[in-house]
């Protein structure tokens, strides 16, 4: 009630029906109302849509979860490419936890913290909240923490890693598209894949125009869609390392980006090869080259940059350079496949 | 925190008790959080200021807000010391992401990757700087100094970098630069400048580096250009250090030895500086093609042209000539190489009736005694014997000068 009377007092004193989140941040997560009770449960309110990307971005091993809230009767504009245009008070929610065993889901999950990306009058601004021990709420916190994560793989294996949680800059050196925060999961090729709803299974974008949180989209079968990098079904060997460059690596990498300096662009759909990196001298790798010459060697993946990057754990050689402190080994796989299938069009001379 | 007692006692007798006035970082246990959260939480204008001492990060720490400055008691005085960096935390020590900004009085020490990268601003100030790798020159070393990038309107000025594993001191892809009064030594370049437009480099020193200093232009990068430096007034002396970059990167080809070296650049004036004592070259100026590396952009123009050397003294150098570029020197002329080393190379494209234009040419007067060489590197690399000449005569004439670089509220 207190915040009801409070947001009316914005309205009024503001002239407009949403609070000021990104101007004057809540410290609570549950100040948002995005989740049933205390949020431990992950249960999003009537109005928060839960989704997933075909593709998702490795958080050493993270599990995460991805709700989308519209405001009261507004929607989202659908476009083949770009980010969908969405309307002023969207908030984008990211739940970051670890299994405490991946053999056994129903031990429950630590939870670390909750991202959001609300859609201010300036745009779009990047916020975390971190989870509290007992798991009841998440506070904010804009110069990032790291939190030592133990936790039980699928193979049984104990796993410790120093968690790191971003400060609200690292938001946007992942987010910042020329010159401005943009969203990167709301994108057609990222959603358009089937979803397990509460009342069945369905196309996320049907199910998103379905209940009028999106407009403008075709039918999902004329969408783009990216694979799942995981699920050979979904596309072929450079299908699906592409989609897992793209996720992983082209939101600073491709141009109006933060690594744009680089000359390199790992969007899927980049098909010029010295912007994929084909032979391409870094240019400042500095310790990052571990001796080798080039980006992307063809047909000789131990010879290549990109790879042993992706392969590091050494903090000025590791990429991404944020948001991951152990390697994606399922990720690095693919990638090992994807240049030792390519075809070299010259010879090294 | 500490608060500034006068600013207190000023604001108490004006009973404006609202402004603490500038606080004052001083190391601590939660230092990290402490920095960080003053970085983003700093309005456009503010200064955030830094007390003696010693202060460790684990992370990079970075600023995205306008105008500000960071300021520090000096740079043996307060030290940002990022030795202990965390892998997933950042690729830098400090990372900017605004302009407007100044860095001043301090220095940053160890980082793992890059010790300070500016990127994508309009107006950028690095005033009294030290960045340093304390182990002394390594190839586990950081690869940038003082690094801006894709900006414009930068100031680099009475700073001293050590112990990059790539260059002290590297403006890339930049436009409007002035490089001034700064120090560089022991790292593998001591200043370099990267497809940049706009450069003033001048009253540099660079010393005990493996190469002094760099006007260069590499492929595959967004900015093409690399043209409109002058490079004078700078003491470029004794850059014979070991190359110790990490194999691979493109600098880790260069041999010790070289003083400035000019490569795939176009517009570079190059005026009254002391060039002594570089083993392999004083002086080079070489295509792209010299790395023998692949050129896999189709706008790249891998060739020097409009080049004007003059007024310089030489002395001393060529006296161990190493690498490709030393080899070739030294087939032909021992021990005793040239002060200035050209490879020859020319732009098939420009040519008009056989011969470059004048104002596309290498232009090479009045620098006293020294020596030239034109050691026709394309011939050696066609597999076909090189025509080596010293004749200066086809370059003894003048190129117009190029313009003086202005900063707003610099110069």
């Known amino acids: ?349 | 925190m500490k608060m500034m007692t006068g600013n207190w006692l000023i604001g108490f007798l004006l009973l404006t008790a609202c402004d603490p006035g500038p606080q004052i970082i001083v190391p601590g246990r939660d230092v990290q959080r402490e920095v960080q959260r003053a970085l983003i939480n700093a309005a456009p204008g503010d200064t955030v200021r830094f007390g003696e001492g010693i202060f460790l990060f684990r992370k990079t720490l970075s600023l995205d807000v306008e105008n500000i400055t960071i300021t520090g008691a000096g740079p043996d005085k307060t030290i940002l010391k990022f030795k202990d960096q965390v892998t997933g935390s950042g690729g830098e020590g400090l990372l900017v992401t605004k302009g407007g900004f100044t860095l001043e009085n301090i220095a940053v020490e160890d980082s793992r990757g890059d010790a300070i990268k500016v990127s994508g601003v309009d107006g950028v100030s690095f005033k009294n700087v030290r960045v340093e790798w304390t182990q002394g020159p390594s190839p586990e070393n950081g690869a940038y100094g003082l690094y801006p990038v894709e900006s414009r309107n930068v100031l680099i000025e009475g700073c001293t970098a050590i112990g990059a594993a790539d260059a002290g001191i590297y403006v890339g892809q930049c436009e409007n630069i002035i490089v001034r009064n700064n120090t560089a030594k022991m790292n593998v370049a001591g200043i370099e400048v990267e497809n940049s437009v706009g450069a003033d480099v001048y009253d540099n020193v660079t010393t005990d580096n493996t190469a002094g200093m760099l006007v260069f232009k590499l492929p595959n990068l967004p900015k093409k250009e690399s043209r409109q430096c002058r490079v004078f007034n700078n003491v470029i002396t004794a850059n014979n250090r070991p190359n110790f970059a990490k194999p691979g990167t493109l600098i880790s080809g260069l041999p010790p030895g070289g003083g400035l070296i000019l490569m795939a650049t176009d517009e570079v004036e190059v005026f009254g500086n002391e060039i002594a004592d570089n083993d392999t070259a004083n002086l080079s100026i070489l295509s792209f093609r010299s790395t023998k590396r692949k050129i896999k952009d189709k706008d790249f123009d891998p060739f020097c042209e409009s080049i004007h050397i003059h007024d310089n003294t030489f002395s001393g150098g060529g006296t161990n000539p190493i690498g490709d570029l030393g080899e070739a020197i030294k087939a032909v002329f021992g021990n005793h190489g040239p002060d200035i080393v050209y490879d020859g190379s020319l732009d098939r494209k420009s040519l008009v009736d056989g011969r470059i234009p004048v104002e596309s040419s290498v232009a090479i007067h009045d620098n006293g005694d020294a020596s030239f060489a034109n050691l026709d590197l394309a011939a050696t690399a066609a597999g076909k014997e090189p025509s080596v000449t010293t004749d200066l005569a086809p370059h003894a004439h003048s190129l117009e000068a190029l313009k003086p670089i202005h900063i707003d509220g610099v110069n």
């Not at chain 1, 009261?72 to 936890?97: D, L, N, V």
């Not at chain 1, 196309?203 to 949180?213: D, Y």
């Not at chain 1, 010295?274 to 000789?300: E, M, N, Q, W």
């Open chain 1, 1 to 349: 009630m207190r915040l009801l009377l409070f947001g009316l007092a914005t309205c009024v004193i503001v002239g407009c029906g949403i609070p000021d989140y990104l101007g004057d941040p809540p410290n609570r997560l549950s100040s948002y109302d995005l989740f049933d009770g205390d949020g431990a449960s992950q249960e999003p309110e009537n109005g928060v849509v839960p989704y997933a990307v075909n593709s998702q971005l490795f958080s050493d091993y993270a599990l995460k979860r991805r709700f989308i809230k519209l405001p009261g009767g507004e929607s989202a504009a659908y476009g083949p490419t770009e980010t969908f245009e969405m309307p002023i008070g969207t908030i984008i929610a990211k739940t970051f936890s670890y299994p405490k065993d991946a053999r056994d889901p129903s031990q429950g999950e630590r939870l670390l913290e909750t991202r959001l990306l609300i859609h201010g009058k300036e745009g779009w601004g990047g916020l975390t909240y971190i989870w509290n021990f007992k798991q009841t709420e998440a506070f904010l916190e804009v110069a990032g923490h790291d939190v030592v994560a133990t936790w039980i793989d699928k193979k049984g294996d104990v796993q410790i890693n120093e968690y790191q949680i971003p400060n609200t800059n690292q938001c946007k050196q992942c987010h910042t598209l020329n010159d401005r925060i943009v969203p990167i999961g709301i994108r057609a090729r990222h959603l358009n894949r089937e979803f397990e709803y509460p009342e069945g299974t369905e196309n996320q974008l049907t199910h998103w125009s379905r209940i009028g949180v999106l407009r403008g989209a075709p039918n999902h079968n004329e969408s783009p869609k990216l694979a799942d990098y995981d699920d050979p079904e979904t596309g072929s060997l450079d299908d699906r390392a592409r989609a897992w460059l793209e996720i992983n690596c082209a939101h600073c990498h491709t141009q109006g980006a933060r690594a744009w300096n680089t000359g390199l662009d790992l969007m899927a759909s980049q098909t010029d090869e010295s912007l994929l990196g084909i032979y391409k001298t870094p240019s400042a790798a500095g310790r990052g080259t571990g001796g080798f010459r080039y980006d992307i060697v063809p047909g000789k993946p131990e010879e290549s940059i990109l790879l042993h990057r992706i392969l590091s754990e050494e903090p000025d050689v590791a990429m991404p350079e944020i948001g991951r402190t152990i390697v994606h080994r399922e990720g690095a796989e693919l990638v090992r496949h994807w240049i030792a299938n390519m075809e070299d069009g010259e010879n090294e001379n």
